[in-house]
């Protein structure tokens, strides 16, 4: 078996803030059926999942940081519910907070710098105490700097012989510092020290794609995408390409299963059409709303990549004309994307549902009695709520961008969903005439959603590619 560690700052259920979350959390169990044992490490948090677990001390030591001294200790959870061994890094007076990212004001931490930096370097020197590992899968920026110091700093040379995997989840992100933090990284030779630039500042994310064994992002469609972006980041995939790689992400099947899930009002037994209706009937009650119109679904990051501004105009603009479509609403996010959202639910009460906050739960009931589930994205690496919306037979809308692209072709090609080519407000409203059609023909509709609860997306198929590159990385 070949034994990978994933280094992560999100890992379902321990810690998550978007799809990172889900995949970290959710790849590591489908890996042993392809000769794999993976295991996760990420900070220790203040979530309340973290806090209320059993943790078995595995070592600790000291980290200095450009003069400022930490004390790192690793810890390993006892319970086994999660079917892989789950590490956290404490590092306390850095990590020890509730949120993951952003500090109370909706910012970022005025620190992040060194909090990243902080637990790639102390990651790394656990592995010079203890390695188990034959490879080191990197998630995100956040974690890019390991593919570095692993060849280039002297103190990490033991354990040289790690290959990395670098995995881009949103290739927006880019951990851009200034040269100030150079002081944070071990010693290195200075001529090496251009593997760290990109357009004159230290680029997690670029240095990762200049140095790791191989990239992935997680979809085909977003990889391509990257060499064709409106700046010069472009010009680093076309030239790594050769060890670059789209993978498109799966979903857990036993965490997304509508015949056990016991967040919903209504198991799905042998009827879809049951299955939809009582859970329409379910949330309608809850949100006083009603049943009988089409409810279209939206959940997700309130943010201009997923398109939330476009929904508002496109919902403004259907509702002041009709009103047999009830748009709910999902999410949270950028502070004024909230407040339009609010003020689009006061104008139009009886047609737009708006719960702003983040509720696993709630996102469950939403996919089970949504019609349909719109996904208006700019751009999309992959997208998992399209996987989690077929599963409860809710038909996805989608604009055909990165993973959209590749899990959701349109019903026009026989395919799984109602797509559209542009970003824009003409195109949403398009694609909601487009939803009333359809809907009008209710053999139509049953036939799709048989289809959709038919499609396998779990990660059984992404963990087999995963298991390949492990394999070439090691010869």
Request: aromatic share 12%.
């Amino acid at each position: 078996m070949i034994h990978v560690l994933h280094i992560s700052t999100e890992c379902y259920p321990a810690a998550k803030a978007g799809g990172m979350g889900d995949v970290v959390g959710a790849l590591p169990h489908y890996l042993p059926k392809s000769g794999v044992l993976a295991s996760v490490i990420i900070p220790k948090y203040k979530t309340k999942w973290i806090a209320v677990q059993e943790w078995t001390f595995v070592q600790s030591f000291s980290l200095d940081l450009a003069g400022n001294r930490y004390t790192c200790t690793i810890e390993q959870l006892e319970s086994e519910t999660l079917n892989f061994p789950l590490y956290v890094m404490d590092i306390k007076g850095l990590f020890d907070r509730s949120s993951i990212y952003l500090d109370t004001d909706g910012e970022a931490f005025h620190d992040e710098a060194e909090r990243y930096i902080a637990f790639q370097r102390s990651v790394l020197d656990w592995l010079l105490l203890e390695n188990p590992f034959d490879v080191l899968h990197c998630h995100d920026h956040m974690t890019g700097l390991i593919t570095f110091m692993i060849k280039y700093c002297d103190v990490y040379q033991p354990i040289k012989h790690l290959p990395t995997i670098f995995t881009i989840h949103n290739g927006q992100y880019r951990g851009i510092m200034n040269w100030s933090v150079k002081s944070m990284l071990p010693s290195f030779d200075e001529k090496d020290a251009g593997i760290l630039d990109w357009d004159g500042h230290i680029n997690g994310m670029a240095t990762a794609v200049k140095c790791a064994h191989y990239v992935t992002t997680v979809s085909p469609t977003y990889m391509e995408e990257m060499k064709y972006l409106p700046d010069s980041i472009s010009l680093l995939f076309q030239s790594e390409a050769n060890k670059s790689i789209g993978i498109l992400n799966g979903i857990d099947d036993v965490q997304w299963n509508p015949k056990k899930d016991a967040m919903i009002d209504y198991q799905l037994k042998t009827s879809i059409n049951r299955f939809k209706s009582e859970n329409k009937r379910a949330l309608a009650q809850r949100y006083a709303f009603d049943a009988n119109r089409i409810v279209i679904g939206f959940i997700g990051r309130f943010a201009t990549q997923k398109g939330v501004d476009l929904l508002v105009e496109a919902y403004s603009a259907y509702l002041e004309a009709k009103n047999a479509i009830h748009f709910f609403i999902l999410g949270s996010g950028d502070k004024n994307l909230e407040h339009d959202i609010r003020r689009l639910q006061e104008k139009y009460r009886h047609n737009v549902t708006a719960v702003i906050a983040y509720s696993e739960k709630t996102a469950h009931q939403v996919y089970a009695a949504s019609d349909y589930l719109i996904m208006p994205s700019r751009f999309e690496p992959c997208g998992l709520n399209q996987f989690y919306s077929m599963k409860y037979a809710t038909i996805p809308i989608v604009r055909k961008t990165g993973g959209l692209k590749d899990s959701v072709p349109d019903i026009g090609d026989d395919g799984l969903g109602i797509t559209f080519e542009q970003a824009s407000k003409e195109d949403i409203l398009y694609s909601l005439q487009r939803v009333e059609a359809l809907h009008s023909n209710k053999s139509n509709v049953n036939s799709l959603r048989e289809k959709l609860v038919k499609q396998n997306n779990s990660w059984t198929k992404s963990a087999k590619a995963y298991s390949l590159i492990y394999q070439n990385v090691l010869g």
